[in-house]
């Protein structure tokens, strides 16, 4: 590895403190009427309607608390402005409580502050508030068929034609494009940049509304049985240039910001696993307990523990290198590549862990946990390839992190 690591500072400011003791006791206040009050809901199902109606609602319960989008600035979101490790602790704290999930998860992390970057005033008037407000549903559509890893190789062509674009082409695996009013599209405005060899450069960021003619999304069922990600076609959508989010041509730095955003979520997630293993070390206390005394299981267990808090560590110390304005490097495609792998790890230890139980699937008045672990199970294997796959990190690591010799550089 080049260069040594920066040490870390593992002492919260007192700022950061009472900001996490605020955010404690807003939930302590908030959540548990709201858990009581709110039909469940099949929340096993991401994409069921229920589940959508009960994110939708939570969503607005942080909004009014100015908890939901705590990362856009005072001006935009309820009057708060916090610091990279006040946003850590916000999802620490979010995963602690096992709070619902949000309803614009997708436009309140990534889209919402790419638009606060790019946007116009009018856009911004435009559709922040939607986002905010969980009036409107929101996705990404970056993946095409021929490129998923390999985004900048995107074709779906957007070709002025007077004040409008006119779109043709195909996206893939659009998670929750069928649930969308509006997505964050990535489209190609100069198809030569390809022939050129430049093909970062002719991709333009759009803010599209999927429900213009011409735009067709068919759900593609996954193998946990979910319809959670989609196809989308265009055939001939006339969109107006209004709809342009930049300047012709600046997509891929767009695109960099909502990825950039999408990275640093990886910190959280490992929050999330942490919370889960304790989970279902408590579900296997009541419907397995045998598992717990089993020593091949609970060498499991600890191993799997040691390396979601050695995951935590290496996203501590890549946000403390943040804080001190250096670059969070190589920390963000390790902690990228353990919090992959360990997220497929945990949901096979489920699954042994509380036995015959744990198989149910949802639907059924015995799943464990609604079905979650079994759903879990199939469901993570995508962490080693969404977001940027295992190969791809390790090519990464391998050419700009150790600057293993004998390989070209990736792009
Ligand atoms: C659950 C889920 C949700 C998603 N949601 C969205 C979404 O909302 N919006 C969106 O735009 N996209 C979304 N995606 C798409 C995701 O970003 C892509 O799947 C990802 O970028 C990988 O692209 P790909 O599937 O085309 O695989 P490919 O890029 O075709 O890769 C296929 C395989 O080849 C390997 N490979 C490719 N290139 C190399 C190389 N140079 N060296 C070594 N190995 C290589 C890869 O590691 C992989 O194993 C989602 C994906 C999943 C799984």
């Not at 107006?240 to 999408?262: D, H, I, K």
């Not at 096979?348 to 699937?361: C, F, I, N, R, T």
């Amino acid at each position: 590895m080049v260069g040594y690591p920066s040490p870390v500072d593992f002492a919260l400011a007192p700022e950061d403190e009472a900001f996490r003791d605020e955010l404690r006791a807003w939930l302590d206040k908030h959540l548990p009427p709201f858990l009581e009050a709110e039909s469940l809901g099949d929340d096993a199902s991401l994409s069921g309607e229920a589940s959508q109606r009960r994110r939708q609602a939570w969503q607005r319960k942080l909004n009014e608390g100015g908890w939901a989008a705590i990362h856009w600035g005072p001006e935009y979101a309820n009057g708060r402005t916090i610091n990279a490790m006040q946003r850590l602790i916000y999802s620490e704290v979010m995963a602690e409580y096992r709070t619902p999930g949000m309803f614009n998860t997708n436009g309140i992390w990534q889209i919402g502050p790419m638009i606060i970057a790019w946007g116009t005033e009018e856009q911004k008037a435009q559709w922040l508030p939607s986002i905010l407000g969980a009036d409107e549903h929101w996705c990404q559509g970056f993946s095409e068929p021929d490129a998923g890893n390999d985004l900048a190789n995107l074709r779906t062509l957007a070709a002025s034609d007077g004040d409008d674009y006119v779109v043709n082409g195909s996206k893939i695996w659009i998670s929750s494009a069928h649930l969308a009013t509006w997505g964050l599209f990535l489209l190609r405005t100069d198809p030569t940049a390809i022939e050129r060899g430049k093909k970062h450069e002719g991709i333009t960021a759009f803010i599209l509304n999927l429900h213009t003619p011409g735009i067709e999304v068919r759900p593609i069922r996954d193998m946990a049985g979910e319809e959670l990600f989609n196809e989308i076609f265009f055939t001939d959508v006339r969109i107006p240039a209004a709809w342009r989010l930049g300047e012709e041509g600046q997509g891929w730095m767009v695109a960099m910001g909502t990825l950039g955003y999408e990275r640093v979520g990886i910190a959280s997630q490992i929050s999330i696993l942490s919370a889960d293993l304790r989970a279902m070390v408590e579900a296997a206390r009541s419907v397995n307990p045998g598992a717990l005394e089993d020593p091949s299981l609970r060498d499991r267990i600890a191993k799997v523990w040691t390396e979601i808090e050695l995951a935590r560590l290496l996203s501590l110390r890549a946000l403390s290198k943040i804080m001190k304005g250096e670059k969070n490097w190589p920390e963000v495609p390790f902690a990228k590549l353990s919090w992959s792998s360990m997220a497929q790890t945990l949901a096979e230890l489920a699954v042994d862990l509380l036995g015959p139980a744990g198989l149910l699937g949802r639907g059924g008045p015995d799943a464990v946990d609604r079905g979650k672990w079994t759903r879990l199970y199939a469901f993570q294997r995508y962490s080693t390839i969404g977001g940027g796959s295992t190969e791809i990190q390790k090519n990464i690591i391998a050419d700009r992190a150790i600057a293993m010799p004998g390989r070209s550089r990736t792009s």
